[in-house]
Structure formats: C-alpha cells, structure tokens
C-alpha cells in the first residue's frame, strides 16, 4: 500500500465531495474502446460481441445528459483496443477531499484500467492519496458513500479483506471510516456482483434497493439513518434497475429498460432522466453509475 500526506483544502477545490447524491460538479468518463479480437466480448464475460458504432452513439448521448445536467464533463480515451470494460470509470479509483486512491480490481483483465486513471488524474492535477496493493482488491462498485465521514464497502469476489484493510488504513488519515458490508455468492466469481449492485443513494434519505441480496446487518444500518427504500422489481434488477446516478438529490439517471423503477422514482418526488444502453450498459452489465467517476461533488 502506498500512501501520502493529505494536502490541505482550498477555496478552490475542483474535487472531492463524499457524498453519493450532492449536486454532481465535474465527472470523468471514458470513451468505449474498440474490440481488439472477436473474441474479446466473451473474454470479458458480455453475452454478444459489441456494437462499436452504436457503442459510440450511446456514450455521446450519456455525455449530453451529463451536460445538459450542469456537470463539467472530463472525456478521456478511447482506450486501447480490447480494453472493453474501461467504459465503467467508477471502479479503478475513489475520490475523496483530499485527492483519489488507486485501487486494484478483483477481475484480473481489469488492472492495467488502474494507469489509465493514474495519468488522468496527473493531467488534471489531483492527488494520490493512496493505493491498493497485491494481494488486496477494491473495486469502486463496491464502494458508497453513506455519510462524509463513512464509506461503506462490499465483501465479496471482486473486493478481498486484505484490500478493505488497506483501504480502511488509508481513509483513516483523513478521518473517514469503513463499513463493511458481506456480499453472497449470487452466481459466483464468474459474474460482478457489486455492492452498488444492490443499493443508489438518491438523497441522504432515500435508496433504489433490491432487498433480496443485501446483507441483513446492512439493511439494518440504512434503516438506523432513516434511509427509505424505492425497491427494484426482480424482473429489473437484471436491466439494471438498482444502478442509478444521482445528479442531484431526487434527480437522477437511470438506463432505459426498467419502466417499473422509473416509476417508482417518480412517484416518490424524484426527477428521472434516461439514456439508450443496450451497447454501453445492458451488454455490459453496468450502469450510469459505473459509466462514470465523479470527481467533485458540491458540499
């Protein structure tokens, strides 16, 4: 694990913000990469090869709604060819006030993403604040903000105890707490289950859950902070209904496919906008959160 002295905030901080659901200030993303191979999508574990032309649209219109939300968008790559999965910017890093940490994906095809973000964030200036080390694995989606000074982190294939000790070693200098949270088996290593998986802040007190697969002690701890559940249908936890990006408190992105979960949302007071995802996320199996890293959320 490598680690640095935090720096000190200034008045003009373009990042940081430990929240999951503050208004969304500037966000990084990466543009889809090119199949190297025909045999690159089963590698990666997508049911289809993918549609690099459509791929292309799709991320261009996820981009606008970013925009068009009033975030100051960081478009980076394309990535090299073959490099499938560094569309989901959320999982190589974390960003915290006082710069971001490196992690190390637990999918093994995923770990050269990791210098992908190191240059990003040298180009714009953010700071290392630490880095996972082997053997340890943390991938960003099974990381969440619950409060500024709690992070919760998911237990399961793609993220190990050594890496949640590392993780949990490196926040503690900047005052932030880990909260552990079990994953289960679902179908096995072979398939991401992540923690975001299963539960999208969408305001300090309200989450799109699907109940079935969280852990009861985490349940238990959403329901001590008055966290109210919006529930995804079974049929929509496989179209992603659970994955969604808060742009604001009650205004969110949500991938098209899960008319059930849209209308939940609405009906709950929150503002819903969606986006087309049969190449980006359906075929990939990640949603808008995963298609982003944000890298400053207002306080």
């Known amino acids: 694990m490598?680690?640095?002295?935090?720096?000190?905030?200034?008045?003009?901080?373009?990042?940081?913000?430990?929240s999951?659901?503050?208004?969304?200030?500037r966000v990084m993303v990466r543009k889809p990469a090119p199949q190297a191979e025909v045999g690159d999508a089963v590698a990666f574990g997508y049911p289809r090869p993918v549609d690099h032309e459509a791929a292309e649209r799709q991320h261009a219109g996820f981009v606008s709604l970013l925009h068009e939300a009033g975030a100051e968008v960081i478009e980076t790559g394309p990535d090299g060819a073959g490099q499938l999965d560094a569309i989901f910017a959320y999982d190589?890093?974390?960003?915290?006030?006082?710069?971001?940490?490196?992690?190390?994906?637990?999918?093994?095809?995923?770990?050269?993403?990791?210098?992908?973000?190191?240059?990003?964030?040298?180009?714009?200036?953010?700071?290392?604040?630490?880095?996972?080390?082997?053997?340890?694995?943390v991938e960003g989606g099974d990381t969440l903000w619950l409060d500024h000074h709690t992070l919760a982190v998911g237990r399961g294939y793609r993220t190990n105890e050594e890496?949640?000790?590392?993780?949990?070693r490196i926040l503690q200098q900047i005052g932030v707490d880990v909260l552990r949270s079990e994953l289960p088996h679902w179908r096995g290593p072979g398939e991401c289950l992540h923690l975001m998986s299963l539960v999208s802040p969408i305001a300090d007190?309200?989450?799109?859950?699907?109940?079935?697969?969280?852990?009861t002690p985490f349940v238990e701890e959403l329901g001590r902070r008055s966290i109210r559940f919006i529930e995804v249908p079974d049929e929509e936890f496989e179209t992603l209904g659970c994955n969604v990006l808060a742009l604001a408190p009650m205004k969110v992105l949500l991938c098209d496919g899960s008319p059930v979960t849209r209308t939940r949302l609405e009906a709950a007071g929150c503002e819903v906008l969606a986006y087309e995802g049969s190449e980006i996320s359906h075929?990939?199996?990640?949603?808008?959160t995963c298609l982003t890293r944000p890298i400053l959320r207002e306080a």
């Open 163 to 168: 890496g949640i000790d590392q993780l949990r």
């Open 283 to 288: 075929n990939r199996a990640g949603g808008p």
């Open 20 to 25: 999951m659901t503050a208004p969304l200030r």
């Open 2 to 18: 490598q680690t640095m002295t935090p720096p000190v905030g200034t008045a003009t901080q373009r990042f940081g913000g430990h």
């Open 92 to 137: 190589p890093s974390i960003m915290t006030d006082a710069g971001a940490v490196l992690l190390r994906p637990g999918k093994p095809l995923r770990r050269v993403e990791v210098a992908l973000h190191r240059r990003s964030y040298a180009d714009l200036g953010i700071p290392i604040l630490g880095r996972i080390e082997a053997p340890g694995t």
């Open 205 to 215: 007190d309200a989450a799109v859950v699907y109940p079935r697969l969280m852990a």
